[in-house]
């Protein structure tokens, strides 16, 4: 018997995501676990505990049940990741235990040191290889994909235009100049949502090979003469100070030249802030009325304007800050991440369909972050404190 199977109700602030939705439940009974779901914790996305129940799940009442008695632990955010419960959840942990989920782990944090010392084995689910067997598992991008089309959305609401050109008879209107900043998985799925609702789109990436993606998708793709920043595994590296600040001016220049109504910034390296890419300049030079969404708000944004989880208006323009941005469609979020979570538990399962932390196995090698009382890698030890 492969063991217990706990799923407890998400208690980050604004969290309205379950790591496991009902439709993969009986993958996971059929290859031996038991599957137990504290109460209510899928209502916020839209399953409710009926629906569990039919797929062969136990609702259990208390959350401290579930975090006491399961074997592998799938949450969407703990330790770090988890502001509110993330260090008492830790506590409530014994040795043994696996825990899955997104942890955030990418500086000390007291719920590692927790997880470190009651020999629970953790993996991070951010932390993902972008590789092509790791695909069907990489939380992050299946995330940033509804992160860019909600991120437009919430443009197109707060914009006082319409996206696209329309010939009426008192006139004609002109379609929405759209900018978007960042061209990996948001970037892309945010450029293709304002296509699709009818605005005029350009965009920017320090990626030279983002260029071809961006045309495919009808978007013009612009060049700001900075050196390509292409890093690996698709992600962007971080600038010279002084390629930031020539692209800063670049880009400025082009926002003013063009007239640009809505600015969609994506931009972020995982593990570091974001990047301070508009700048107070910029946003006094765009026309009353424009918009920001500042995506990667996170980490503290791409404007140096933003107040992350607010709406402000600066110089007429109003600059969004949304935090949780998945968590807006919390049902097709969830359906994404579970099935992300549970391909990655299946991978944990060996010819005897027993859970093995294989350390030669790439993608386990690199989510692991505790394990038997000690940190997943020398690397991991230094940054997280653990030594």
């Given amino acids: 018997m492969p063991g217990k ?9 604004g969290e309205r995501r379950v790591a496991l939705v009902p439709a993969h439940v009986p993958s996971l009974v059929q290859a031996g676990f038991e599957v137990f779901i504290e109460e209510g914790a899928g209502a916020s996305s839209g399953y ?23 074997d592998v632990l799938l949450t969407v955010r703990s330790a770090a990741a988890d502001p509110t419960s993330g260090v008492s959840d830790a506590k409530a942990l014994h040795e043994g235990q696996i825990l899955i989920g997104l942890l955030d782990p990418w500086q000390p944090h ?13 993996f991070s689910m951010e932390k993902i290889p972008r590789t092509t067997r790791a695909q069907a598992m ?44 960042g061209a990996g998985v948001a970037g892309l ?3 293709a949502t304002a296509r699709r609702l009818g605005a005029l789109v350009s965009a920017f990436d320090v990626r030279s090979a983002a260029k071809e993606q961006v045309e495919s998708l009808g978007a013009k ?22 390629q930031q600040a020539h692209q800063k001016e670049l880009m400025a220049d082009y926002v003013k030249r063009q007239n ?14 974001s990047p301070k890419l508009i700048t107070e300049a910029m946003v006094k030079s765009m026309h009353p009325g424009s918009i920001i969404v500042d995506l990667a708000s996170e980490k503290g944004g791409n404007c140096e304007l933003t107040s992350p989880g607010e709406n402000v208006v600066k110089y007429g323009v109003t600059i969004c800050g949304p935090l ?26 060996n010819k005897e369909k027993q859970i093995e932390v294989n350390g030669s196995d790439d993608i386990v090698a690199a989510t692991l972050v505790t394990r038997e009382g000690r940190a997943g890698s020398e690397a991991l030890a230094t940054t997280l404190g653990l030594a």
Avoid at 54 to 60: F, L, M, Q, R, S
Avoid at 266 to 273: F, H, L, N, V
Avoid at 326 to 331: C, D, I, K, N
């Fill in 5 to 13: 199977i706990g799923v407890p109700k998400e208690s980050a602030p």
């Fill in 48 to 70: 409710p505990d009926e629906e569990y129940r039919e797929k062969g799940a136990v609702i259990v009442p208390k959350r401290a049940a579930v975090l006491s008695s399961s």
């Fill in 110 to 122: 007291e719920s590692f040191k927790t997880l470190k010392e009651r020999k629970v084995t953790s």
């Fill in 138 to 181: 990489d939380v992050l991008s299946s995330q940033a994909n509804l992160a860019g089309y909600k991120g437009m959305i919430m443009a197109a609401d707060l914009l006082p235009k319409l996206f696209p050109m329309m010939m009426t008879a008192g006139g004609t209107i002109t379609p929405a100049k759209v900018f978007v900043l």
């Fill in 189 to 191: 799925q945010a450029i």
């Fill in 221 to 242: 793709f612009i060049t700001f003469d900075v050196g390509d920043a292409s890093a690996a595994g698709g992600y962007a590296k971080e600038l010279s100070p002084e």
């Fill in 260 to 273: 640009i109504d809505v600015i969609v910034s994506t931009a972020a390296i995982p593990g570091r802030p």
């Fill in 324 to 349: 949780g941005v998945p968590s807006r469609a919390a049902f097709h979020a969830s359906q994404l991440y579970s099935k992300n979570i549970t391909t990655f538990l299946f991978n944990l399962l």
